[in-house]
Nanobody, 126 residues
Framework: QVQLVESGGGLVQAGGSLRLSCAASGRTFSSYAMGWFRQAPGKEREFVAAISRSGGITYYTNSVKGRFTISRDNAKNTVYLQMNSLKPEDTAVYYC???????????????????WGQGTQVTVSS
Protein backbone atom coordinates (compact mmCIF):
# COMPACT_ATOMS: atom_id res chain seq x y z
CA GLN A 1 0.00 0.00 0.00
CA VAL A 2 1.12 3.58 -0.62
CA GLN A 3 0.13 6.79 1.16
CA LEU A 4 -0.04 10.04 -0.79
CA VAL A 5 0.13 13.61 0.52
CA GLU A 6 -0.31 16.61 -1.78
CA SER A 7 0.99 20.10 -1.12
CA GLY A 8 1.60 23.36 -2.96
CA GLY A 9 -1.93 24.54 -3.61
CA GLY A 10 -3.08 28.08 -2.96
CA LEU A 11 -4.57 31.26 -4.35
CA VAL A 12 -3.01 32.75 -7.48
CA GLN A 13 -3.99 35.35 -10.05
CA ALA A 14 -4.77 34.38 -13.61
CA GLY A 15 -1.56 33.97 -15.58
CA GLY A 16 0.38 32.92 -12.52
CA SER A 17 2.06 29.64 -11.64
CA LEU A 18 1.94 27.00 -8.94
CA ARG A 19 3.87 23.79 -8.39
CA LEU A 20 2.04 20.92 -6.74
CA SER A 21 3.92 18.11 -5.04
CA CYS A 22 2.74 14.66 -4.03
CA ALA A 23 4.89 12.77 -1.57
CA ALA A 24 4.49 9.01 -1.37
CA SER A 25 5.30 6.66 1.47
CA GLY A 26 4.93 2.95 1.89
CA ARG A 27 5.82 0.51 -0.85
CA THR A 28 8.29 1.24 -3.65
CA PHE A 29 7.25 4.45 -5.37
CA SER A 30 8.75 3.41 -8.72
CA SER A 31 6.26 0.53 -8.85
CA TYR A 32 3.43 2.99 -9.48
CA ALA A 33 2.22 4.93 -12.46
CA MET A 34 1.05 8.30 -11.17
CA GLY A 35 -1.69 10.70 -12.13
CA TRP A 36 -3.12 14.08 -11.25
CA PHE A 37 -6.87 14.67 -11.25
CA ARG A 38 -8.99 17.66 -10.26
CA GLN A 39 -12.52 18.27 -9.08
CA ALA A 40 -14.33 21.58 -9.25
CA PRO A 41 -17.46 22.25 -7.15
CA GLY A 42 -20.47 20.47 -8.59
CA LYS A 43 -18.41 18.60 -11.18
CA GLU A 44 -17.02 15.11 -11.51
CA ARG A 45 -13.36 14.40 -10.86
CA GLU A 46 -11.46 14.72 -14.12
CA PHE A 47 -8.11 13.60 -15.43
CA VAL A 48 -5.34 16.20 -15.72
CA ALA A 49 -2.01 14.45 -16.33
CA ALA A 50 -0.29 11.10 -15.94
CA ILE A 51 3.25 9.76 -15.92
CA SER A 52 4.62 6.25 -16.28
CA ARG A 53 6.63 4.49 -13.59
CA SER A 54 10.00 5.49 -15.00
CA GLY A 55 8.83 8.94 -16.08
CA GLY A 56 9.45 8.22 -19.76
CA ILE A 57 5.86 8.67 -20.84
CA THR A 58 3.55 11.55 -19.97
CA TYR A 59 0.05 12.43 -21.09
CA TYR A 60 -2.20 15.46 -20.58
CA THR A 61 -5.78 16.41 -21.02
CA ASN A 62 -6.17 18.86 -23.90
CA SER A 63 -7.11 21.83 -21.75
CA VAL A 64 -3.73 21.86 -19.94
CA LYS A 65 -1.37 20.89 -22.75
CA GLY A 66 1.45 23.40 -23.10
CA ARG A 67 0.68 24.91 -19.67
CA PHE A 68 1.11 22.03 -17.19
CA THR A 69 4.05 19.67 -16.80
CA ILE A 70 4.02 16.43 -14.81
CA SER A 71 7.30 14.99 -13.57
CA ARG A 72 8.56 12.61 -10.93
CA ASP A 73 11.64 12.00 -8.84
CA ASN A 74 11.71 8.34 -7.85
CA ALA A 75 14.66 8.93 -5.53
CA LYS A 76 12.51 11.38 -3.54
CA ASN A 77 9.24 9.41 -3.85
CA THR A 78 7.58 12.51 -5.22
CA VAL A 79 5.52 13.47 -8.26
CA TYR A 80 5.07 17.09 -9.33
CA LEU A 81 2.65 19.14 -11.36
CA GLN A 82 4.03 22.43 -12.60
CA MET A 83 1.15 24.68 -13.58
CA ASN A 84 1.81 27.80 -15.62
CA SER A 85 -0.46 30.36 -17.28
CA LEU A 86 -3.22 29.45 -14.86
CA LYS A 87 -6.80 30.29 -15.72
CA PRO A 88 -9.87 30.71 -13.50
CA GLU A 89 -11.26 27.49 -14.97
CA ASP A 90 -8.30 25.62 -13.44
CA THR A 91 -9.79 26.27 -10.00
CA ALA A 92 -10.40 22.92 -8.30
CA VAL A 93 -9.19 20.52 -5.67
CA TYR A 94 -6.23 18.66 -7.16
CA TYR A 95 -5.59 15.03 -6.27
CA CYS A 96 -2.66 12.78 -6.98
CA UNK A 97 -3.23 9.08 -7.47
CA UNK A 98 -1.17 5.91 -7.82
CA UNK A 99 -1.72 2.81 -9.92
CA UNK A 100 0.43 -0.30 -9.68
CA UNK A 101 0.89 -1.02 -13.37
CA UNK A 102 3.60 -2.20 -15.78
CA UNK A 103 6.18 0.34 -16.79
CA UNK A 104 5.51 2.08 -20.07
CA UNK A 105 1.83 2.52 -19.32
CA UNK A 106 -0.25 5.51 -18.24
CA UNK A 107 -3.86 5.68 -17.12
CA UNK A 108 -6.46 8.38 -17.49
CA UNK A 109 -9.56 7.16 -15.65
CA UNK A 110 -10.22 7.28 -11.91
CA UNK A 111 -11.11 3.60 -11.72
CA UNK A 112 -7.57 2.63 -12.73
CA UNK A 113 -6.05 4.24 -9.63
CA UNK A 114 -6.22 2.43 -6.31
CA UNK A 115 -4.59 5.03 -4.07
CA TRP A 116 -5.47 8.70 -3.64
CA GLY A 117 -4.24 11.67 -1.67
CA GLN A 118 -6.48 14.01 0.30
CA GLY A 119 -6.29 16.80 -2.26
CA THR A 120 -5.00 20.36 -2.32
CA GLN A 121 -7.06 23.41 -3.24
CA VAL A 122 -6.02 25.55 -6.21
CA THR A 123 -7.90 28.81 -6.68
CA VAL A 124 -7.22 31.08 -9.66
CA SER A 125 -8.67 34.57 -9.47
CA SER A 126 -9.50 36.63 -12.55
Amino acid sequence: QVQLVESGGGLVQAGGSLRLSCAASGRTFSSYAMGWFRQAPGKEREFVAAISRSGGITYYTNSVKGRFTISRDNAKNTVYLQMNSLKPEDTAVYYCAAAQRPDGSIWTTTREYAYWGQGTQVTVSS
